[in-house]
């Protein structure tokens, strides 16, 4: 594969394929799939946070003009989730959060399946609710799931009882002997962040129908495999009798990694006997979206004189709402982002999901990444401030190089973060300081982050046409990030010497193309892309073979470039791959190739993590980011006067993609540190239920970015690459912080910085965290002690 891996460079800047059709509003997505006679479906959902369901009558509401169908909880007996079954597609007897859906229904017009709605009696008693992870902490708090013993685990290993819906521990070396060493000192920080929506334009939309017995699904989705086997779940049938397609997907950042309404429109076709279109409204998806969870953070250092990290320890809360979903998984993460970055001694994390009466959480670009590299970062500034050391001096000593152990005990390769803080100060000695020097409090901060690419198993299929086109078939999902339309068709069109013009890739189909886990964390190039390589370079050896005999060579003397497959040299005989191939079909039958991929399963050190879903991590990415900021201090006002990012890349494929995603990344990230705020009222409904009222970043906030790309470091994806798309959002919100924590003299604790948070902080009306549901003795916050066995 040297040559495929010389003959990638040549075609680094494809374009999108995809642009135009979208720059001129010709792409259909699953929100534009509607047709005459299709049913349009509407979500009945309570109004209460926590209630027993008294009663529920669809009586009335089946008898409207136009409704086809009704369904409820009896309708749906399966419970899906991860690492525990404990979600159900509707409320059965309890409501645990405003907004659960109670029913659902098809009619004619979604006119007229609104107005069912209406029709629908329902009486709900009151229950005791908990809204803030510290309500479900306390001794006397109300079970959200009184059953929770009961449930189904999928998982073995985690700790849960009561609210805990599930803890991940790591425990590596003996802390408590650490924290008593006689020269070091001890710097304790507390954080909090609050929810971020997604606020992906186009909508969670659904089309389902039901033929010959088996469901077809239409849907916005990053996981169309996800979909197919929890549709099947909820519906008590078998995974094979649900066909899922995923057209292009309108932005998706996560929220589309979970299952949301495929379900309903499913079961509703079934009953209908009818195509059911159903989708969210932005009320809807404000009320009930999967937002990036709110998080509590206690974390612990002890540190030498000389700044070596002799021990380590934290408690991260996170809220997952009112069902495990998709925190349950994201316990684990705690232990590469919170636990990266640096070298540790000795180090104990735990990561526990806490349920609320509150819209379940679930996955947004870098997960819970964004904020364990807040808390970090700043953690890591006021450490070297306790200690009188440079910042960027104590990030320089203590980074993970080759060698080093990570917080579950794996050993990383390469020195990767070192010459990326050297590049970020170059990139700073060439640019001087903004200062504007306009009364306005200046500072600047840099820091880094640890992510990794969720490798997982993916499967592709190639074929060779007879014209001299390759398809490439996946369950990949284009969500913007361009892998399907540039990285994928690059990779495909080395390996076979053609343009990637010439790859046609087919749409994701759980019919026509092997299980994947999915679009997310930065995995697509990597496992999608190391299964087209191989798929295309089973092709790649039969084209050769099939040419060798045409051209009365050995296979080893031939050339496969430009369209052609040549005998090496100067005027070598040979012919076009579209000749070859058509031959090759004829004599032998089609050309295809399949390729597979996952995980190699890095090892952890034995006995080191309890609870975790990965241990360690196959391809780290590293990130190093740099921000100067301006304060005003009569408002609290913060500008972003620069910023500058290096990124480990491995092998940039597409460097003008690459870069995109990183502004784009910043971008978003800025919204997450300086505008997003998510509040809850005294009832647990979410005060922004649209645009109107959630700020996200708008032109005016848009910074110019500079780009360095970090090649060379290993990686086990494909021709050297890693994950670009998730990584660049990881640091905005550490980097702002830092910044602005430098600017004003202040203890930055909580995201995001509004200028009322940042104008309480100048004036010193800002409390100091305390969370008195995170215990003083570490061991005291655990279901179980680390390594004990479940009862």
């Not at 369901?53 to 749906?76: E, N, Q, S, Y």
């Not at 500008?639 to 092998?651: F, K, T």
Request: a negative charge; aromatic letters at 6%.
């Amino acid at each position: 594969m040297k040559e495929a891996a010389m003959t990638v460079d040549a075609v680094m800047e494809f374009r999108r394929r995809d642009a135009g059709d979208k720059l001129t509003g010709r792409t259909r997505y699953t929100i534009d799939r509607a047709h005459a006679g299709m049913l349009h479906a509407a979500v009945l959902r309570a109004q209460v946070p926590s209630g027993r369901i008294v009663r529920l009558d669809v009586t009335k509401a089946a008898a409207l003009p136009g409704v086809r169908a009704v369904a409820t909880a009896t309708d749906a007996p399966g419970r899906v989730g991860i690492g525990i079954a404990d979600h159900s597609l509707f409320a059965e007897d309890v409501v645990r959060y405003i907004g659960e859906p109670l029913a659902a229904i098809a009619a004619d017009t979604l006119e007229q399946a609104t107005a069912a709605l209406e029709a629908i009696e329902v009486e709900i008693a009151p229950l005791p609710a908990a809204f803030t992870m510290e309500e479900a902490l306390a001794p006397d708090a109300p079970l959200l799931h009184a059953e929770w013993q009961d449930y189904e685990v999928l998982l073995e290993g985690g700790a849960r009882a009561g609210n805990v819906a599930w803890e991940a521990t790591v425990v590596r070396g003996d802390v408590d002997a650490a924290f008593a060493r006689p020269d070091v000192t001890v710097v304790e920080s507390s954080f909090r962040v609050g929810r971020q929506n997604h606020m992906a334009f186009e909508p969670r939309a659904a089309v389902a129908n039901y033929d010959e017995g088996r469901f077809h699904i239409e849907t916005s989705t990053q996981v169309p495999w996800t979909v197919r086997n929890a549709t099947a779940r909820f519906l008590g049938i078998p995974a094979s009798q649900v066909r899922v397609t995923v057209p292009p997907v309108g932005g998706a950042f996560g929220l589309k990694f979970d299952i949301a309404i495929e379900p309903f429109a499913a079961l509703l076709a079934k009953m209908s006997g009818r195509s059911v279109r159903l989708v969210n409204s932005r009320e809807e998806e404000m009320l009930t979206c999967l937002f990036r969870e709110n998080a509590e953070i206690r974390i612990r250092s002890a540190v030498t004189p000389a700044g070596e990290i002799a021990g380590r320890e934290a408690v991260v809360l996170m809220d997952c709402g009112a069902y495990g979903g998709e925190q349950i998984f994201l316990t684990t993460m705690t232990a590469h982002t919170l636990g990266g970055n640096y070298k540790l001694g000795a180090t104990r994390l735990a990561s526990r999901a806490i349920y609320t009466n509150t819209a379940p959480n679930g996955a947004f670009r870098a997960c819970n990444g964004v904020y364990n590299t807040f808390a970090l970062e700043r953690h890591t500034d006021e450490i070297a401030a306790a200690i009188g050391m440079d910042p960027l001096e104590f990030r320089r000593r203590n980074v993970l190089g080759d060698g080093d152990y990570g917080a579950t005990g794996q050993v990383f390769d390469g020195d990767v973060l070192r010459p990326m803080l050297d590049r970020m100060e170059a990139l700073r000695a060439a640019a001087p300081s903004r200062d504007p020097q306009d009364g306005r409090l200046y500072g600047r901060a840099t820091t880094v982050g640890t992510w990794f690419v969720f490798v997982g198993p993916s499967a592709a299929t190639v074929n060779m046409n007879a014209d001299g086109s390759a398809t490439l078939v996946t369950s990949g999902v284009e969500i913007g990030s361009g892998s399907m339309m540039q990285s994928l068709p690059q990779i495909v069109a080395a390996t076979l010497g053609i343009r990637p013009e010439d790859v046609i890739v087919r749409q994701a189909d759980t019919d026509a193309a092997g299980y994947d886990v999915g679009v997310g964390g930065g995995r697509q190039t990597v496992s999608l892309g190391a299964a087209s390589l191989q798929a295309a370079q089973e092709v790649r050896g039969k084209l050769l073979a099939a040419a060798a005999q045409m051209l009365d060579a050995a296979p080893d003397d031939l050339v496969m470039q430009g369209g052609r497959i040549e005998i090496a040299g100067p005027n070598g005989a040979g012919f076009t791959i579209a000749e070859v191939a058509a031959r090759a079909q004829a004599l032998t039958g089609p050309v295809a190739g399949t390729g597979a991929f996952t995980r190699k399963g890095v090892p952890a050190m034995p006995g080191c993590t309890a609870g975790h879903f990965i241990d360690a991590i196959d391809i780290p990415i590293f990130a190093v980011h740099d921000c100067e900021v301006a304060v005003d201090p009569d408002t609290g006002h913060v500008e972003v006067l620069s910023y500058r990012v290096v990124q480990d890349v491995g092998r940039a494929l597409n460097r003008s993609a690459i870069g995109g995603q990183i502004q784009g990344g910043v971008v978003q990230g800025l919204g997450y540190a300086l505008h997003e705020e998510v509040s809850i009222d005294a009832q647990g409904r979410i005060c922004q239920s649209g645009f109107e009222t959630y700020r996200v970043p708008l032109a005016s906030d848009v910074v110019p970015v500079e780009v360095e790309l970090f090649e060379g470091a290993p990686s086990l994806g494909p021709l050297g690459t890693k994950g670009a798309g998730e990584v660049p959002i990881l640091n905005v919100g550490a980097s702002v912080a830092c910044a602005v924590a430098n600017a004003t003299g202040a203890r930055v604790q909580e995201l995001p910085l509004t200028p009322p948070r940042v104008l309480a902080m100048l004036l010193g009306r800002q409390r100091e965290l305390a969370f008195p549901h995170i215990r003083p003795a570490w061991d005291d916050n655990l279901v179980r002690p680390h390594g004990a066995e479940a009862n």
